[in-house]
């Protein structure tokens, strides 16, 4: 079939203009037509032509198509990034399909178009206006905040509270004049060239923070990032809106560019036509032990936040029990048990134990903590030996954790009292007020912590699990402290005079990472110690030492640790006591309190006597009752002192 292109669309083109062809053109300006111009395209047409930027202006083609429409499916036009069709594809069009604005993004700038059609039908063709323009830079965008956010990329704070936020924004080529757009989440929104911003909320809630940078491309180049902000009263706010359950196993819970997390599962009421059990809590830290974590619950989780407002029974008979929890908690029978709430994952370690924080709370707590097995437990399977361990035990005991094993006879007296000092707090009648409950459940635990040693490199299998006993009424939840699934690497708690867990000057503390395969640089006062690259590094100095882990490219750590020594007391002076007396002449040890202790601060320390230097040497037998008024028999007498720090007893002289 032959296509005769007409006067009239002749002359409607401007010398700028393109028909598609074969060729090769450098221009800026213009209208790329398919080959009919105002008319249809041919049939049988197979046409590759490339437009490269006009170098005066500009460095990147770009195409803006007004019209399209091919034979659907057919007739097609291919858009590839560069000079020629070995470039990488952008995109195939047919049909009323456009392509809509293409740039280049290449070193040549060019845009190359392939068309082919087939030898029936034809469309009315394409339109697209020829510019030039730079092409996008990168912009590598995140936000950073004071207060800081926790572990889980939230930030928490309380109304009223002043949050700054600061862009961190690393252009590859040019930042200056970008805009920054902060959107609040509550409607406020602050748009200018500053990369920083303050706000502050008035009412309790979660809010995502979304920054916009936009560069002085005319293309309008933009890169955009977030960052929640949870705004917190004495009530734990529940979130099931934010987190995938795989962003709260991998981001909440975990945490760690060391940890080889997979196969993520759970299921929950959900699965079953009723509630979902899971999601994401964060509290003030005071009123609650935990500031966030994931909760995990035998009912609706939105309404475990509190205070205390009745019994918390949702969910149905159609949700069922865990076989895996009833095998692990004795009296738990997976027949009778409903409504559970489950998170699985496989883990692979790179340190030798694992260890996390949780807290069981139950509305069986009171009047039927006697009877209703209700219970959670953490299950650990060595995929390669096929052994499964209840992590989830009452510390020092083998109890699985359940509102039987864990109970105080003062809200309940028709049963008797186990394990009661992990036992937390209980909200109602007897108890304290329910106004003051963090979340709504009856009563919960004290922290504990789940732990075991593990194979390093060896393939587990963890599963959360949680589960109501013979009904599906009054509610259970555990909830696990964000970021407290322990992977090695962490140094621990400052060890202070304050917190009483300081050593007398000179003893030996060791910090363990627990990486023994990975390399170690280690600080203090942020000088590296020449010579320690282990795990293990034993410590005698007072300072800040800091270690960095470095177990592969995608497995790195940091972390640091304050050290403070108390000082060893010292025994200023001493006088000898003498008497004129000839028979048993007393004497008041205390005399010599002043001038032992001299500028030393008297309740800073304890003084004690003793007869014998072992005594005094390990702090057995002092003289007591008859201090002030010993007795000798003989001619003299050697008494030995002992002065010790009041707080730890574990330095004297």
């Given at each position: 079939m032959l296509i005769f292109l007409s006067a009239y669309t002749l002359n409607t083109l401007s010398a700028q203009d393109l028909l598609m062809q074969d060729g090769t053109f450098s221009q800026c300006s213009g209208i790329l037509y398919d080959s009919g111009g105002s008319?249809?395209?041919?049939?049988?047409?197979?046409?590759?032509?490339?437009?490269?930027?006009?170098?005066?202006?500009?460095?990147?083609?770009?195409?803006?198509?007004?019209?399209?429409?091919?034979?659907?499916?057919?007739d097609i036009l291919s858009v590839y990034n560069g000079s020629d069709t070995s470039a990488s594809l952008l995109g195939s069009f047919s049909g009323t399909a456009s392509p809509g604005i293409i740039l280049a993004a290449n070193a040549t700038g060019c845009l190359t178009l392939s068309f082919n059609s087939n030898n029936a039908i034809t469309g009315g063709g394409f339109t697209a206006n020829i510019s030039c323009a730079t092409s996008c830079q990168d912009i590598d965008l995140s936000i950073s905040s004071s207060p800081a956010a926790t572990a889980s990329g939230s930030i928490i704070a309380t109304p009223g509270d002043n949050i700054d936020f600061e862009a961190i924004a690393n252009f590859s080529v040019n930042g200056t004049g970008a805009n920054y757009t902060w959107s609040f989440g509550?409607?406020?929104?602050?748009?200018?060239?500053?990369?920083?911003?303050?706000?502050?909320?008035?009412?309790?809630?979660?809010?995502?923070?979304i920054l916009t940078v936009t560069d002085t491309n005319p293309t309008g180049c933009s890169e955009t990032s977030s960052i929640i902000v949870q705004i917190l009263g004495p009530y734990l706010l529940i979130d099931q809106t934010n987190y995938s359950v795989e962003e709260l196993?991998?981001?909440?819970?975990?945490?760690?560019?060391?940890?080889?997390?997979?196969?993520?599962?759970?299921?929950?009421?959900?699965?079953?036509?009723?509630?979902?059990?899971?999601?994401?809590?964060?509290?003030?830290g005071m009123s609650f032990p935990f500031a966030e974590g994931i909760v995990l619950t035998t009912g609706d989780a939105s309404r475990a936040g509190g205070p205390e407002t009745g019994t918390l029974s949702d969910g149905s008979y159609a949700w069922p029990g865990d076989l895996d929890l009833?095998?692990?908690?004795?009296?738990?029978?997976?027949?009778?048990?409903?409504?559970?709430?489950?998170?699985?994952?496989?883990?692979?370690?790179?340190?030798?134990?694992?260890?996390?924080?949780?807290?069981?709370?139950?509305?069986?707590?009171?009047?039927?903590?006697?009877s209703y097995t209700d219970a959670f437990a953490f299950l650990l399977t060595n995929n390669?030996?096929?052994?499964?361990?209840?992590?989830?035990?009452?510390?020092?005991?083998?109890?699985?954790?359940?509102?039987?094993?864990?109970?105080?006879?003062?809200?309940?007296t028709a049963c008797t009292s186990v394990n009661e000092e992990y036992f937390a707090a209980y909200y109602g009648p007897v108890g304290l007020p329910v106004a003051n409950s963090p979340i709504d459940f009856r009563g919960h635990t004290v922290s504990m912590a789940a732990q075991s040693a593990v194979i390093p490199d060896t393939s587990y299998t963890i599963k959360l699990v949680i589960a109501d006993d013979f009904d599906y009424l009054y509610d259970a939840a555990v909830f696990l402290e964000a970021g407290s699934f322990n992977l090695g690497g962490e140094l621990g708690d400052d060890i202070t005079i304050e917190a009483g867990t300081a050593l007398c000057n000179g003893g030996t503390i060791t910090l363990d990472t627990q990486f023994t395969d990975a390399t170690h640089v280690w600080y203090l006062n942020g000088v590296i110690i020449e010579g320690e690259s282990n795990s293990i590094i034993n410590v005698n100095e007072e300072g800040l030492y800091a270690v960095d882990v470095i177990y592969d490219e995608e497995c790195t750590s940091s972390d640091s640790i304050f050290i403070e020594y108390k000082p060893l007391p010292v025994i200023e002076d001493v006088e000898d006591l003498f008497s004129c007396e000839s028979e048993n002449p007393t004497f008041d040890l205390s005399e010599n309190n002043n001038l032992i202790l001299g500028s030393q601060d008297p309740s800073s320390f304890n003084i004690s006597y003793h007869n014998l230097p072992a005594d005094a040497d390990s702090d057995m037998n002092p003289i007591i009752n008859n201090l002030t008024s010993y007795t000798i028999t003989n001619s003299s007498e050697t008494i030995y002192i002992r002065v010790e720090d009041a707080i730890t007893e574990s330095c004297y002289v």
């Open positions: 008319g249809a395209y041919g049939n049988s047409e197979n046409y590759t032509l490339t437009i490269c930027p006009d170098s005066s202006v500009g460095t990147a083609v770009q195409l803006d198509f007004t019209f399209f429409e091919t034979q659907n499916n057919v509550d409607g406020t929104i602050i748009s200018n060239e500053s990369d920083s911003a303050s706000h502050s909320y008035n009412t309790i809630g979660s809010y995502t923070v196993v991998e981001d909440v819970l975990i945490n760690s560019s060391c940890a080889e997390i997979s196969n993520i599962t759970y299921s929950t009421g959900t699965n079953f036509g009723s509630s979902n059990g899971i999601g994401y809590f964060a509290g003030n009833a095998n692990a908690i004795p009296g738990l029978e997976y027949s009778s048990s409903y409504n559970a709430t489950y998170v699985q994952f496989d883990f692979v370690p790179k340190a030798d134990t694992i260890e996390f924080n949780f807290i069981f709370a139950s509305e069986e707590y009171g009047t039927f903590q006697c390669q030996t096929g052994q499964t361990t209840n992590l989830a035990v009452v510390p020092g005991t083998a109890d699985p954790i359940s509102v039987l094993s864990v109970r105080d006879n003062t809200y309940n």
